[in-house]
């Protein structure tokens, strides 16, 4: 299962850009290999949200850096499980909200046709409702 040439190359199409055109033709593709595995071969600058600075503190300077953007590795099993119990959370909250909104709804109806289940005894959120 072959890689598409922009996908392979990736390293050696980014060096190229950046040397001048008299050199770019100059190493050979063990020398481009070579300097991928020195560099350390990793696609860097590909961030939507890539924030850079230093900070002046008393006598020394700090740099931060903060990186958003989609995590392209394969999750590790303890991320992943973590992940799952993650959304499955989400997704319970998001039922539990919603079954709230629809028991508010089914209460401002009954109250709004007049229905009374327990004599003598409201929320008093349909008084607040007709009042605003």
């Not at 001048?20 to 100059?26: G, N």
């Not at 949200?49 to 300077?61: A, H, K, M, P, Q």
């Not at 327990?118 to 007709?130: C, E």
């Amino acid at each position: 299962m072959s890689k598409g040439p922009d996908k392979q190359d990736w390293f050696a199409a980014g060096l190229k850009e950046r040397l001048p055109k008299e050199m770019r033709d100059a190493f050979t593709p063990e020398q481009v290999q070579a300097l991928k595995i020195a560099f350390g071969a990793r696609r860097w600058g590909r961030h939507p949200i890539d924030l850079r600075g230093t900070v002046n503190l008393w006598r020394s300077r700090y740099y931060f850096v903060f990186l958003l953007g989609r995590n392209h590795r394969d999750l590790s099993r303890t991320e992943e499980s973590l992940s799952r119990a993650g959304k499955a959370l989400i997704f319970f909250g998001f039922l539990v909200f919603s079954m709230l909104v629809g028991l508010v709804a089914l209460y401002i109806l009954k109250s709004a046709l007049g229905i009374n289940l327990f004599p003598s005894f409201s929320l008093g959120l349909w008084d607040w409702i007709k009042g605003s």
